[in-house]
């Protein structure tokens, strides 16, 4: 099974590994559509749903960490006319795949978490926007989609109730821009995925240009757990200001690389020992805690930290999707640095200039102190180019690509300058690990036909 282990489970509790454990069947006996059973018999007010919500202190699973509650409630309920929900499973960022198992394991965990949200903000119409490199999953969802519907769980009158709300899915083709929200609505528009100017926000104006709510795959599949067990006592598995549990996608340099769930404020330690430790028993050298968008921390501060998103930002990084990429000894920093930005150059959507430009920029200085080519003002010219794209974009993707960059002058500037100096990497080859897929003739190939 994907999730591999947890600690105070509560998205993964009672999950079978069996073929069919993802089914309605499956899915109800486990307590599942009890809560939406709940809000419609009992006609609970959308306000103390909102409320509830509120009160379990859940933030967005999705990157940002921003109060699901709060979100909801910026909703215009009483404007008439077509609202939407959109559940965000364009899950692209390198090192992060908590969300495939979700629709994997649990795919009716989420449809019912649209569904509360969609009575909750007072949505008619959804969609669930899947990543399309994951079509098998697209179609999981969609027979998921399909039973739910002949439950009379989706459709007109659900449950005999004047409640309605229509449910799709909806696949990309795999660009990692439109993980952002509004180059998401763009591409269901039917139109080139490219981020929106803010304002106006989704909330008033979103898919079609009217009211939606957008929230990451994991937020929605927490909803239903959130409103049987009690905000309060959600709140109270997690640390103060991050409430409940978060699953965490552990790749890289580890015994037992997957999805763990455990209570957001958990130390990284106690995440490290539950994947069984530093592959081989090497020396930890550095983690990304939130994925590759997220800066690098070395050992000597990760090991300190407790996982959760105040603790991960006071040390310098944030804690993001949750995708925790663990290096060890073996890891050339360079390497590492020049494999994320050419993913960041290509994955730019051309835009904006400073993001177009300079991520080609980063991604090609890199290249040549990684080909061996390199000159001692590179390093500030890595630094300069990612201060002129941070926070001069549209979107946050000049962003992602610049924070690494800085992250990694900072905390490994003496690898750059040796590997300038030597023409050669600080770790000896011998030991590097042999499975980056990236090395220094790769990149003199790349940079010589970027420039060609």
Request: aromatic share 10%; charged share 20%; hydrophobic share 40%.
């Amino acid at each position: 099974m994907a999730i591999l282990g947890a600690i105070h489970p509560v998205l993964t509790a009672g999950l079978s590994d069996r073929e069919d454990g993802w089914r309605l069947a499956e899915y109800e006996a486990r307590g599942g559509y009890a809560a939406l059973r709940r809000i419609l018999s009992e006609r609970i007010p959308a306000e103390k749903i909102i409320a509830e919500i509120k009160s379990s202190g859940l933030r967005g699973r999705g990157g940002a960490g921003f109060p699901t509650g709060l979100k909801w409630s910026f909703m215009p309920r009483g404007m008439d006319g077509d609202k939407y929900i959109i559940c965000n499973t364009d899950e692209g960022e390198p090192g992060t795949f908590k969300d495939r198992d979700l629709l994997c394991h649990n795919p009716h965990a989420v449809i019912e978490g649209m569904l509360i949200g969609a009575y909750a903000v007072g949505a008619n119409r959804g969609y669930n926007y899947i990543h399309g490199e994951i079509f098998a999953l697209y179609r999981r969802f969609e027979d998921a989609l399909a039973e739910a519907r002949a439950a009379g769980l989706l459709g007109r009158n659900i449950l005999g109730t004047d409640f309605s709300f229509e449910l799709f899915a909806h696949h990309g083709y795999g660009a990692y821009i439109c993980g952002e929200e509004t180059a998401l609505l763009e591409s269901i528009e039917g139109k080139k995925g490219q981020p929106r100017f803010k304002p106006p926000f989704p909330a008033s104006f979103g898919l079609y240009g009217k009211p939606t709510t957008i929230n990451n795959t994991e937020t929605f599949a927490s909803i239903p757990f959130i409103l049987n067990m009690g905000g309060e006592a959600y709140l109270k598995l997690g640390s103060p200001n991050n409430g409940g549990t978060k699953l965490f996608s552990v790749s890289g340099h580890v015994e037992r690389p997957g999805n763990y769930e455990v209570p957001l404020g958990t130390p990284f330690a106690a995440l490290l020992e539950l994947c069984g430790g530093v592959r081989g028993g090497r020396r930890l050298k550095a983690v990304i805690p939130g994925g590759s968008s997220s800066p690098v921390l070395p050992a000597e501060i990760i090991m300190d930290c407790a996982l959760d998103y105040d603790s991960i930002s006071k040390a310098g990084s944030m804690l993001g999707s949750g995708a925790v990429i663990v290096m060890d000894e073996t890891v050339c920093m360079v390497k590492a640095l020049a494999r994320l930005s050419f993913f960041y150059h290509e994955e730019s959507c051309g835009q904006c200039a400073p993001c177009r430009e300079g991520t080609g920029w980063l991604f090609d200085v890199l290249a040549r102190i990684e080909a061996g080519d390199g000159r001692m003002e590179d390093v500030e010219t890595l630094a300069r180019v990612a201060g002129n794209i941070g926070g001069r974009t549209i979107c946050a993707l000049g962003d992602a690509a610049a924070m690494p960059v800085q992250s990694f002058l900072t905390h490994f500037r003496e690898e750059f300058l040796y590997h300038i100096a030597h023409k050669t990497c600080l770790v000896p080859r011998e030991v590097q690990w042999a499975g980056s897929g990236f090395h220094c003739a790769d990149a003199g190939q790349q940079r010589a036909g970027r420039q060609g």
